[in-house]
């Protein structure tokens, strides 16, 4: 699974780190057997193999923990930005509606003005809304 942050150009890439972390397990069990094997004829060089496997399984451990860790702060970061611009969009939203709710109730007020004018203002009015078509 990919993700990819376009606001910080942060690509993570969880199978990867995923392999990695299977491929170090997997070099530690090879590590251990081949310790096994070794012990017998050459006890204190498998030993220091066994320690370097498992210093480097402790490393990739540490980097997926890591990239985890960045990865979520990263959508937590997300997150708040995405909340913050949703309340504001929101509020643009109501202050719209408020406004339209204002001019159509004017233009009602003036529609009915103008309906309840004389002969030639209803002409008028006519007209306009023939030429507004």
Do not use: P, W
């Not at 995405?82 to 709710?101: C, D, F, G, N, P």
């Amino acid at each position: 699974m990919s993700i990819f942050f376009a606001t910080r150009n942060v690509t993570i890439d969880r199978s990867s780190l995923e392999e990695a972390l299977a491929a170090a397990k997997a070099a530690h069990e090879a590590s251990e057997r081949a310790l096994h094997d070794a012990t017998k004829s050459h006890g204190a060089m498998a030993e220091a193999q066994s320690k370097g496997a498992k210093e480097a399984l402790a490393a990739a451990e540490a980097a997926v923990v890591s990239e985890r860790r960045r990865g979520e702060d990263e959508l937590a970061k997300l997150r708040e930005d995405h909340r913050k611009k949703s309340a504001l969009a929101r509020q643009l939203v109501a202050e719209k509606e408020e406004a339209l709710t204002l001019v159509t109730a004017e233009a009602d007020e003036l529609r009915k003005e103008v309906e309840s004018g004389g002969h030639s203002e209803k002409k008028i009015f006519a007209l306009a809304q023939v030429r507004h078509n």
